[in-house]
């Protein structure tokens, strides 16, 4: 697989293979001029990253077309199924922007007709029941190099057939006692096409039909009808099912019955990241997360606590493309993406993570200065906001140094910074925990002269600090995160993906100081801190406790590089 990175794929994929076919599928007017696509989820676990490629393909291309896209869950399999699931993925397709209207579908809406469809086949002798057993099934069906082996009941009559395959209906036999199978092709080199099951039974609750059915169609036997039943014209999915297509080709063209075309494309892979439902699963009951919406989840419902925008991860989408073999895209372009996303929509704020006290001791006790702040330099229709100064402020203890390494050009004792839209300070004083030795307050003198960040004398200030008035700051809970993985590839050498957590993955700083400005901030809504990167009010968050993720970094690290010199 080849790694894509961000500086090669920052132009929009217009046009792919699949429009391509789409293209000339229009030209012959091969379905009537029609573009009808679906997005065909199993509810069995939340919807994540690598299911956003695939929404926004489906209904991206409908829409572009002037076609539809329809929202279908496959439940086919009960056990595994639940109504929470269901519910999620229709809230994540809805946030992400898209809209199935009146077209949400259940593959379990169509158990009657895929029935029928069985029975069809049977009578065709296309279909029998089969009575060896799950083990047997799996010894029969032989390997990659050994063609497989024909099952004694392989020849039973059609009527015999009919007769058991009714019955495993009406409830009379116990599970795995028998399946009903395609008669195909036990010899042949795709082992989808040796005798696949259609039918097993299955003694479980559904979450839709609930009892009334005790047998269930297998995924294969579903899905290609599914799509026919529903008029798909283009069936997209991804690779792993391209040596599906003989038999849902064959299933449809035993039906007799409208043929979609199936068109396969490669799935999103992620660097840091693993997108498998199953796995996801293990992280959520095993608690290495706090749940599927944890912001370090790659789940739509986690980037959407995390401070994801719907806009760029559909722009992400658009970059990536789609193409027809595998690779890994850098985690890094969806974080670009999401930068230049929230650059252009979050009100900037001052917050201080890690509060270092400073007095300015030349500054009239109990005085309050209301400073002019500009909301986003992006976008002057956001308008500016009052910031309050007074005589005690909170800084970031990593923009003052002791002993200041060459190019640390922010505070040090004797060492003059510009405040953010308010004075410039000089640093007087120092005072340090007697027992530790740990900076614990600063004395600063303030020149009146630079109010609102400017001098008269235009004498050069290489720094810009950002800071809160220490009586006027709220109080906040931080959680910053990091790679929920220390691999870019977790399954590296087919290692235990939980091998590679990295144990740093979530820091919960507390308290931080944020200015007053956001006292009731909404869940969800998000901001940039200034020098900090982007944050959003998680839904822990109240009135009297403001909690806000770190959602992303901001790009430019520059005060990371400066202190390590
Ligand atoms: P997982 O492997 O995470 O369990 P899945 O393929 O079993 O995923 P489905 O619910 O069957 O999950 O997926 C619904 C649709 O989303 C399918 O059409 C599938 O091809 C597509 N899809 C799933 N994962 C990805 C991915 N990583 N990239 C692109 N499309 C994906
Ligand atoms: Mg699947």
Redesign the pocket.
Known sequence: METTDVKSTTTSALSNFIRDIINEDLKTNKYGGRVQTR????P??YL?I??A??ICLNFGLAADYGGRCNLRF?DTNPSKEELEYVESIKEDVRWLGFDWADRLFYASDYFEQLYEYALKLIKKGNAYVDSLSADQIREYRGTLTEPGQESPYRHRSIEENLDLFQHMRAGEFENGAHVLRAKVDMASGNLNMRDPVMYRILKATHHRTGDQWCIYPMYDFAHGQSDSIEGITHS???LE?EDHRPLYDWYIDQLEIYHPRQIE?A???LTYTI????K?IELVNGGYVSGWNDPRMPTISGLRRRGYTPEAIRNFCDRIGVAKNDSIIDVALLEFCLREDLNKRALRTMAVLHPLKVIIDNYPEGQVEEMEAINNPEDPSMGTRQVPFSRVLYIEQDDFREDPPKKFYRLALGREVRLRYAYYITCVGVVKDEQTGEVIELHCTYDPETRGGGSADGRKIKATLHWVSAVHALPAEVRLYDYLFNKANPCENGADYKTNLNPNSLEVLRPCWVEPNLEGAAPGSRYQFERQGYFCVDPDSSVDSLVFNRTVSLRDSWAKIETKG
């Open positions: 997005f065909p989820p199993e069995n676990g994540h690598g299911h490629k695939s496959d997209i999915c991804t099912f494309f799935r999103l892979n997108l498998s439902k199953r996801l």
